[in-house]
Every structure is written in C-alpha cells, then in structure tokens.
T-cell receptor, first 113, second 112 residues
Framework: DAGVTQSPTHLIKTRGQHVTLRCSPI?????VSWYQQVLGQGPQFIFQ???????GRGNFPDRFSARQFPNYSSELNVNALLLGDSALYLC????????????FGQGTRLTVV | KQEVTQIPAALSVPEGENLVLNCSFT??????LQWFRQDPGKGLTSLLL?????REQTSGRLNASLDKSSGRSTLYIAASQPGDSATYLC???????????FGKGTMLLVSP
C-alpha cells in the first residue's frame, strides 16, 4: 500500500506569489493535517481536516488556507508568499481525527526567493 | 499551551552503545505520545505510539516509556548502529485538540 504522498517534492517561488501543495493520505484514512517545519525546529501545526471539515487551525495568518476533497486528499494554499514561508511542509494522515497514529509524507520543500 | 522539550539537543555515541532520549511535556492531559525519526531533508517516520493508558511500547531495539503524571517519556535505543543516525522527534496529542505538538528533536550521530 502506498503511504502518504505529497507533491511537488520541491518548489521555488518568488515573494508575493501563490502556491498550492497537495497531499494524498493513506487509503482509508479520513484525517489529514498540515505542518510547517523550519530548519532546526519541530513541525508546527497549520490545519487539520477530518471528513472534509476543518477540525483545527494553528497560529498561522489568513494567507494560509486548506481544503479536503471527497476522496480525502487535501490541498494547502499559501497566498502572498513571504521569505519566512520557506520551510518543509509536511502532511500527516490518520485513520480518525484523534487517538490514532499519524503517518507523514516526505514533505514539500518550499523556497521563497 | 502544551510545550514539549527534548533533551539532549544533540548526541554523539560510538556504535554499540545503549542510549536514552528524553522528552518532557507541560500538560499531562494527553491522548497519546508518538516518537518519530527524521532523516535530513526528509519526512517523519513513525517509530512508536504510546496511548495515554499505556506505560511503554517496544519495537525491535526501541523501547519507549510514558509517565503521564510527571509529563515525561523516554526512548531507549539498544545496541546503536550507524543507521540509527537521524533526528528523533517526540510529539504529544492533547486531549482538547487532535493536533500534535512537537519538540525540537534530538540529533543523534552514531559513529562506526
């Protein structure tokens, strides 16, 4: 079975541009969460979706948005990119919305220049 | 607000040593605690999940313990190998929310 897949793996964008990151969860998993990891830090929570509904939002500006589709895949959108948005963006998949093991994808490395 | 601290920040050991990584958290009201491994520039690999009702979990050479009342967990790695070199992250899932709160990790280097 395929694990959590994220696309693209690497991305370079210019300040002010918009970016869309994609995530496909493990088959049968209904919860998808997004995390941002800057160099030398642990991942920081951005969003969680369960059954296509937003279940949690971290302390990120409104430039960040996400959605989950009927097939449980998810998109993370970031508008008006800043240099500080450069990070590894990680998607996590779990069977339910809590108390179950989280499995992460390989991440998308976003560089904003 | 939950805070997770991992000590030490970095650790260098010769191959074959047994070692302990520490994780502490400030709010003991958690659903579970999960240990991950991260290779440079890569995603996270789940190592062990401990539910709040459990005291420990084992997988191969790895053993993780949880003392929820004191807000502590340890990851024990037996007979370390160079392939164990990576950053180890501890994360807790709180009772009020279903998100994971991470520590900054322990960077482990096992030399041959």
């Amino acid at each position: 079975d395929a694990g959590v897949t994220q696309s693209p793996t690497h991305l370079i964008k210019t300040r002010g541009q918009h970016v869309t990151l994609r995530c496909s969860p493990i088959s049968g998993h209904k919860s998808v969460s997004w995390y941002q990891q800057v160099l030398g830090q642990g991942p920081q929570f951005i969003f969680q979706y369960y059954e296509k509904e937003e279940r949690g939002r971290g302390n990120f500006p409104d430039r960040f948005s996400a959605r989950q589709f009927p097939n449980y895949s998810s998109e993370l959108n970031v508008n008006a990119l800043l240099l500080g948005d450069s990070a590894l963006y990680l998607c996590a998949s779990s069977l339910f919305d809590r108390a179950t093991e989280a499995f992460f994808g390989q991440g998308t490395r976003l560089t904003v220049v | 607000k939950q805070e997770v601290t991992q000590i030490p920040a970095a650790l260098s050991v010769p191959e074959g040593e047994n070692l302990v990584l520490n994780c502490s958290f400030t709010d003991s009201a958690i659903y579970n605690l999960q240990w991950f491994r991260q290779d440079p520039g890569k995603g996270l690999t789940s190592l062990l999940l401990i539910q709040s009702s459990q005291r420990e979990q084992t997988s191969g050479r790895l053993n993780a313990s949880l003392d929820k009342s004191s807000g502590r967990s340890t990851l024990y790695i037996a007979a370390s190998q160079p392939g164990d070199s990576a950053t180890y992250l501890c994360a807790v899932r709180g009772s009020g929310y279903s998100t994971l709160t991470f520590g900054k990790g322990t960077m482990l280097l096992v030399s041959p």
